[in-house]
C-alpha cells in the first residue's frame, strides 16, 4: 500500500497504445507483441502521448521504438483498457490505454529499443492469452474476429 490510501480513485493517466497486425494468406491476422522491459510480460506498444502529435501518431512512434515497425495507422482507436503501470519508484498507477490499429507493412532491422525486448508474432487468439490485461485480451479478440472485427 503506497503513502496515499486514496490514489486509487485517481482518474487514470492515460497512454496511446499499436495492436500491430498482419493479414494472412487465409484472411486471418497474426498480432505482434513486446515484452515489457521491466516485468517481460507480453504487451503491445505504448507509452505517454507526445506533445506535437496526434495520439494516434505518439501510438506510431512507440510501436518503431519498441519493435521497429512501419505500417499504416488507423486514426480511429479500437479502444481502451487499463492497467496498473510499476513506476520506477514502486509506485503504481493506473493507466487507460486509447488502443489504435498498426497494420505493420515491415519491420526494421534496428530500432531504439532492440537489445531491450522481445517481439513475437501471435495468432490473435494465442496473442490474447498471452497479455495479462482482460481489457486488452477483448480488444485483441473483438479487432480480428473475421467479418465483424475492427480489423476487417
Known sequence: ??????????????????????????????ILLVTSRESRRWVIPKGWPMKGRKPYEAAAREA????????TIGKRPLGFYLYEKRLKSRDAVLCQVKVFPLEVRKQLKHWPERHQR????????????????PGLAAIIRAACKRETGALA
Request: charged share 30%.
Open 64 to 71: 518503431y521504438e519498441e519493435a521497429g515497425l512501419l505500417g
Open 1 to 30: 500500500m503506497s503513502a496515499n490510501a486514496g490514489e486509487a480513485d485517481q482518474t487514470p493517466r492515460r497512454q496511446v497504445g499499436a495492436l500491430p497486425f498482419r493479414r494472412t494468406p487465409e484472411g486471418g491476422y497474426v
Open 118 to 133: 522481445e517481439d513475437r508474432w501471435f495468432s490473435p487468439s494465442e496473442a490474447a492469452e498471452a497479455v495479462a490485461e
